[in-house]
Nanobody, 124 residues
Framework: QVQLVESGGGLVQPGESLRLSCVASGFVLDYYAIGWFRQAPGKEREGVSC????????YYVDSVKGRFTISRDNAKNTVYLQMNTLKPEDTAVYYC?????????????????WGQGTQVTVSS
């Protein structure tokens, strides 16, 4: 069964950090660009960041640029999202999905189905 499983969420205070993991099972992650998405209560799901098949192609939306870092370890079939200096507005359920390309970079258009996600809550 082909799936992506998210983990690493939790409850943290503003300014703290979390690292999310997205593990692929049933397929080899090397061949796919991967994106991270989030959905806050009452809001539409939005793209946050993506990484191409190689580490050299990454993209971040403005709201997380400079605070979040996406990376991948193909040997572990895993993509990570390191989230630093977290803010209350980062509170959401975070999901990962395979994504396509937009010109020379990865896109934030999801291609695979959604998993259960992992909850990130930033609150004092």
């Amino acid at each position: 069964q082909v799936q992506l499983v998210e983990s690493g969420g939790g409850l943290v205070q503003p300014g703290e950090s979390l690292r999310l993991s997205c593990v692929a099972s049933g397929f080899v992650l090397d061949y796919y660009a991967i994106g991270w998405f989030r959905q806050a209560p009452g809001k539409e799901r939005e793209g946050v960041s993506c990484i191409g098949r190689s580490d050299t192609s990454t993209y971040y939306v403005d709201s997380v640029k400079g605070r979040f870092t996406i990376s991948r370890d193909n040997a572990k079939n895993t993509v990570y999202l390191q989230m630093n200096t977290l803010k209350p507005e980062d509170t959401a359920v975070y999901y990962c999905a395979t994504v396509g390309r937009l010109g020379s970079r990865c896109s934030l258009a999801p291609r695979s189905s959604w998993g259960q996600g992992t909850q990130v809550t930033v609150s004092s």
